[in-house]
């Protein structure tokens, strides 16, 4: 964020909290944090990130070309890939989604300027001139510093469709394929982290069962496996259907690295009316953390199941696609899944973060939808505009928890009650680094309360505290392309040590991260 940015900001929230902030100090809350136990390394690719050919989330918003007006390096736009190396994505996963299973990757190499024109099925049926393709993914994900998730096409592809274009983006040797890759312009091999088998083969993928896609899993694993090669993740169940993944960890065979979750807070919890991104009320509002919590007590039954088979947690449930899923913004294409992102979203991706930390021997990775434009995005775009929303603050202001050690937090928390909906008030997450530094994160999901917490803090005796704040006047604050910046991270100094306990006021509908020395 630029100095004046970060001034604005700070103005902005100094004034709401000045007229809003003390005379709602209504909650009170306890949290103890055993410092001293030994947690769960979090693993970064649980901040992963998730980009699919769909709208404009690549074409417009990732790729603009390298003769395009708008800045840019070697055809990625120049203020995406900068905004995106400040965030340091762990992960990108790539190219679906569905559109994965309807993808040839041979469709996607050699020059630009001969590349097929197909069609998009899935999103609008589109056409699709593959500018973006394995190159173009994998240099990016260099550019930016990022691991890879290459999701195979499985719904119309074949084993030896996905065995070649493996082999062509890592081979070193002298094979057909790696000398294709030389011969359009990358000489040595690229490296593949993470290969998905399948996608939602429950829907899009194929409207498969699981017991017809065990089989095809088995099929696909045996010519992509390899020692010391990308993990292998399974295309995975939805929300509660348990079942699948309890005939995966059965019929896999050895086969597998982990297995995928796909799941989405819908306000309205109905796919044909799902809810206003902007503009929405407090039912709405407190609906959507009602949904969004649901997410635990899955990945809970989830584990529950993988544990019957693999109690020593080394099959991992990568949430592959998690965020919140509106009606789409009036006036756009509906198939291109655009949507406005407010302060409210920062709150949902925080939410997901504590959870996925609670979570996190078996939880080894999640992937938000998405990266650009699309759903739940860390940025929006539109021709040269360029603006970073809420949930792209909210990752930033959790990086400190990237590969911190997870400890103990017991929270003693109001609830938020609105209407039929109910949730805890605050949710308390903390990790420490190999530093020794304790990072402690506090979301206060009241709309119009603060909440007094009091910290207990077991085994740690640093008195230094460096805070930042996330919040804004409005449920439905935004950062926006017609040049709202309502949204931002701002210092927070409202923390005080009394004897070994942390004091601290939340503000309403705010992330408080505590960093501790």
Request: include cysteine; aromatic fraction near 10%.
């Amino acid at each position: 964020m630029s100095r004046s940015s970060r001034h604005y900001f700070s103005a902005l929230v100094g004034a709401f909290l000045a007229t809003s902030g003390p005379a709602l100090a209504q909650l009170k809350a306890t949290a103890s944090i055993d410092a001293r136990g030994s947690g769960v390394r979090i693993a970064p690719e649980i901040y992963g990130q998730f980009a699919e050919q769909l709208g404009t989330g690549i074409n417009g918003g990732i790729w603009v070309g390298p003769e395009s007006a708008i800045p840019n390096i070697r055809g990625y736009r120049r203020d995406v890939v900068e905004a995106l190396q400040r965030l340091k994505v762990p992960v990108v996963r790539w190219p679906g989604g569905c559109y994965a299973d309807i993808y040839n990757w041979r469709d996607g190499i050699g020059p630009r300027d001969k590349r097929p024109v197909t069609l998009n099925k899935w999103w609008g049926n589109t056409e699709e001139r593959n500018q973006f393709g394995t190159h173009e993914f994998f240099d990016f994900a260099e550019l930016i510093g990022a691991k890879t998730y290459l999701n195979v096409n499985v719904g119309t592809g074949t084993p030896a469709e996905a065995r070649d274009w493996i082999e062509y983006v890592v081979s070193p040797s002298n094979s057909r394929l790696a000398q294709l890759r030389r011969a359009n312009g990358r000489v040595k091999p690229w490296k593949l982290d993470y290969v998905g088998i399948g996608n939602e083969m429950w829907g899009c993928g194929g409207n498969l069962k699981a017991k017809e896609f065990s089989p095809m899993l088995r099929l696909f694993s045996t010519f992509i496996r390899e020692d010391k090669g990308p993990k292998v993740i399974a295309g995975g169940p939805t929300g509660e259907d348990y079942q699948w993944t309890e005939e995966l960890m059965e019929s896999s065979r050895g086969q597998i690295d982990a297995i995928s979750l796909h799941y989405y807070t819908l306000p309205t919890s109905d796919w044909v009316k799902k809810g206003a991104a902007v503009g929405f009320d407090e039912a709405a509002w407190a609906a959507t953390f009602v949904r969004t919590r649901a997410v635990e007590q899955m990945i809970r039954g989830h584990d529950e199941r993988m544990d019957r088979h693999d109690p020593a947690n080394k099959i991992g449930l990568m949430v592959a696609e998690w965020g919140t899923w509106y009606d789409p913004t009036p006036g756009t294409n509906s198939a291109f899944l655009q949507q406005e992102n407010t302060l409210r979203d920062a709150l949902v991706a925080a939410t997901n973060f504590h959870i996925f930390h609670r979570h996190a021997d078996r939880v080894q990775m999640a992937n938000i939808a998405q990266m650009v434009n699309v759903l739940q995005a860390m940025i929006l775009t539109d021709g040269a505009r360029m603006v970073l929303t809420p949930t792209y603050h909210a990752f930033m202001l959790y990086q400190p928890f990237q590969g911190a050690a997870a400890v103990p937090v017991k929270l003693v928390s109001p609830d938020y009650r609105s209407g039929e909906s109910r949730v805890p008030a605050l949710d308390v997450t903390a990790a420490r680094d190999a530093s020794g530094a304790l990072h402690v994160a506090i979301v206060n999901v009241e709309p119009d309360k603060s909440a007094q917490l009091e910290l207990d803090l077991l085994g740690f005796a640093g008195r230094r505290i460096d805070g930042q704040l996330l919040t804004a006047s409005r449920m439905d604050s935004r950062n926006s392309l017609d040049g709202r910046q309502e949204v931002g991270r701002v210092p927070f100094n409202g923390a005080r040590w009394e004897g070994r306990q942390l004091r601290l006021t939340v503000p309403a509908k705010a992330v408080v991260r505590l960093t501790l020395n």
